[in-house]
T-cell receptor, first 118, second 114 residues
Framework: NAGVMQNPRHLVRRRGQEARLRCSPMKGHSHVYWYRQLPEEGLKFMVYLQKENIIDESGMPKERFSAEFPKEGPSILRIQQVVRGDSAAYFC????????????????FGAGTRLSVL | TQLLEQSPQFLSIQEGENLTVYCNSSSVFSSLQWYRQEPGEGPVLLVTVVTGGEVKKLKRLTFQFGDARKDSSLHITAAQPGDTGLYLCAGAWGGGGSNYKLTFGKGTLLTVNP
């Protein structure tokens, strides 16, 4: 049973370019979360999505960042016109539909995408 | 904004020693998770606790949730070099619609020397 798959594992972009990060949740999971880990800081919640719906994007910067989880295919976190301050590790997590597990807030994480902005 | 404090921030011990790391908040958790993260990897879920006073064991690891559900501890018995890693606690607050947001502590970086 494959875990949460993120790609690419490492991404290098120049300032002003776009970064596109992909996340495929665990099989049977329909809830996806994105977190960002800045150097010397803990993981911070960004956005919570279900298929074709953004449930909570309160942790997303207001500009340049967007996320989607289409009916088919992986969830995508898109950062437009990247700046050096966007350099961080971006983690995706997923949780199952099961209400009992959702109530316990059990989330399984991928290995992350390390974004470096030159 | 809920804050989650972990201590100590760094811990370096010899193989065979015991250790405890702590996770504290001023707010009541609806659930709390402990994760372990290795360099270059994502957090791996170790345990979830939801009931005040709950104790869970995972081999040499013992997790305790405070009676008031504001704090938790992780105790490792007879630590081994393979236990080396960053231990993170993550809490969720509130019932219903918003308890999916995990708030993470900064972690305890544990080094177990052979």
């Amino acid at each position: 049973n494959a875990g949460v798959m993120q790609n690419p594992r490492h991404l290098v972009r120049r300032r002003g370019q776009e970064a596109r990060l992909r996340c495929s949740p665990m099989k049977g999971h329909s809830h996806v979360y994105w977190y960002r880990q800045l150097p010397e800081e803990g993981l911070k919640f960004m956005v919570y999505l279900q298929k074709e719906n953004i449930i909570d994007e309160s942790g997303m910067p207001k500009e340049r960042f967007s996320a989607e989880f289409p009916k088919e295919g992986p969830s995508i976190l898109r950062i437009q016109q990247v700046v050096r301050g966007d350099s961080a590790a971006y983690f995706c997590a997923s949780s199952p539909r099961d209400r009992a597990l959702l109530a316990k807030n059990i989330q399984y994480f991928g290995a992350g995408t390390r974004l470096s902005v030159l | 904004t809920q804050l989650l404090e972990q201590s100590p921030q760094f811990l370096s011990i010899q193989e065979g020693e015991n250790l405890t790391v702590y996770c504290n908040s001023s707010s009541v958790f609806s659930s709390l998770q402990w994760y372990r993260q290795e360099p270059g990897e994502g957090p791996v879920l170790l345990v979830t606790v939801v009931t005040g006073g709950e104790v869970k064991k995972l081999k040499r690891l013992t997790f305790q949730f405070g009676d008031a559900r504001k704090d938790s501890s992780l105790h490792i018995t007879a630590a081994q070099p393979g236990d080396t890693g960053l231990y993170l606690c993550a809490g969720a607050w509130g019932g219903g619609g918003s308890n999916y947001k995990l708030t993470f502590g900064k972690g305890t970086l544990l080094t177990v020397n052979p």
